[in-house]
């Protein structure tokens, strides 16, 4: 009866194949045909509690599938940041669709400023569907909590933050998106050492990727992750999946040579459908 994690999406905002690509890439995608964007489903059995972190463009298909693998019910929303691929899905909480009442929303206070001051997501709060939550530390059933990490990420709108799970015998990371690791005031193998699974940034393979200037998106690139961790012994290098995969990166292809080449290197791709007990 411990608590665990289901991976729910895998791919970066836009999802897999992405609205408007006409690149191999999302034309014939190879199978699995398509993928979700980046979401985690918390399950903890003991509370029946059911979390998700974000709440992404394709939220009712992620909720039918955590709810499929866990029974009904949603206990509230762990948010990493603002953009559109991590809290857009908030518009089904409204009347307008699933109505909920006071759902909390574990957030940091630009992101709950944000959400307070525009429309439609000020509707939510003043409706009373959503319940504003600010804290770096949650608790979300006897034995089961969520600590947040901060992370420098294109902070327009608000902060960045991953996502840290402690459950009664292991701990896990989500961290979907960050700018670059020599930036993060934290060490990666440090925080590496402190986990037991880890859901890594994999947006990009490499540059030149989207045949347009990478630049305005920051994002470490998985090819340098793997150079970074190799010094590592194999059994931190096993803990990392990468996570919110870009429609254009390579390694969404399980055959593909960047696969293998991630797979070659200790770690592996996250899997919709990937459960990790804590």
Not at 49 to 55: C, F, P, S, T
Request: a negative charge; glycine letters at 8%.
């Amino acid at each position: 009866m411990n608590p665990w994690l289901l991976v729910l999406g895998v791919a970066q905002d836009g999802g897999h194949p992405q609205p408007g690509c006409r690149l191999p890439c999302c034309v014939s995608p190879r199978p699995p045909a398509g993928h979700l964007p980046a979401c985690l489903g918390v399950v903890d059995p003991a509370s029946g509690g059911r979390w998700l972190v974000d709440a992404t463009p394709a939220l009712p298909r992620q909720l039918a599938a955590l709810e499929a693998a866990a029974g009904p019910g949603l206990d509230g929303i762990l948010l990493t940041h603002a953009h559109i691929g991590h809290y857009t899905g908030l518009v089904f909480l409204g009347r307008e669709a699933m109505s909920t009442r006071a759902l909390p929303l574990h957030t940091q206070p630009r992101m709950a400023a944000f959400l307070r001051a525009h429309a439609p997501w000020s509707q939510l709060v003043t409706l009373g569907n959503v319940e504003l939550r600010v804290a770096d530390e949650v608790a979300l059933a006897p034995g089961l909590s969520a600590r947040a990490l901060r992370l420098p990420h294109r902070d327009e709108l608000s902060e960045t933050v991953a996502w840290r799970f402690q459950g009664p015998r292991r701990s896990a990371l989500w961290l979907p998106d960050i700018d670059r690791w020599e930036d993060w005031t934290l060490r990666l193998e440090d925080v590496l050492a402190d986990v037991d699974v880890a859901f890594l940034d994999g947006t990009f393979w490499a540059d030149g990727e989207l045949g347009r200037d990478m630049s305005e998106i920051p994002h470490p690139r998985v090819r340098d992750t793997l150079a970074r961790l190799a010094p590592l012994p194999a059994s931190e290098r096993a803990k990392v999946h990468f996570v919110h995969l870009n429609h254009t990166n390579p390694a969404l292809d399980p055959d593909s040579p960047e696969a293998a080449a991630i797979r070659a290197a200790g770690c592996a791709v996250a899997e919709e459908g990937q459960r990790v007990d804590l």
